[in-house]
């Protein structure tokens, strides 16, 4: 069954239901390894973006592997400030191998005197599938 006709690099591609849930679902998976990584502090999460991904957050843009690798340094250990990421509330949209996400995150914050507080906000992302996966190209955290 076809759902719609979605706009793919100036062709019409047509997508199935169930093209259309596999792809969210692997969206969904994306965002989930993505939340681990980081909160691992695990260099796999630079796998999660597009060569080229920018991350626009707290007021800084980061583009590239490189710019996204120092970040991941300069969070240091795990455990120590944001020590957990959670999204929720996704709504994404496929148009083929293209989509949009908009997320809610939570994170939990330790800080250096052991107290800990809540921060929340929204994520607006683009995601491409290249080789049969799904990356982030721009990630934007917008804070509440």
């Known amino acids: 069954m076809v759902v719609r006709d979605a706009i793919r690099r100036g062709r019409s591609s047509r997508l199935t239901v169930d093209d259309d849930l596999r792809a969210k679902e692997e969206i969904r998976t994306l965002l989930a390894r993505y939340n681990n990584d980081v909160d691992a502090r695990d260099p796999a999460w630079l796998d999660h973006f597009a060569p080229d991904g920018v991350l626009e957050a707290n007021g800084r843009i980061l583009k ?13 250990a795990p455990g120590q400030g944001i020590v957990r990421h959670f999204g929720l509330n996704e709504v994404i949209d496929v148009q083929g ?3 949009t996400m908009r997320c809610a995150f939570l994170v939990r914050v330790r ?9 929340s906000g929204t994520y607006d992302d683009v995601l491409q599938r290249t080789d049969g ?12």
């Not at 800080?111 to 921060?119: I, K, L, N, V």
């Not at 996966?133 to 509440?144: E, G, M, S």
């Open 64 to 76: 590239g592997r490189a710019q996204l690798e120092a970040f991941l340094a300069e969070l240091g």
């Open 133 to 144: 996966r799904w990356h982030f190209v721009r990630r934007t955290a917008r804070p509440d």
């Open 97 to 99: 191998d293209n989509a």
């Open 111 to 119: 800080r250096r005197d052991g107290t800990e507080q809540f921060a």
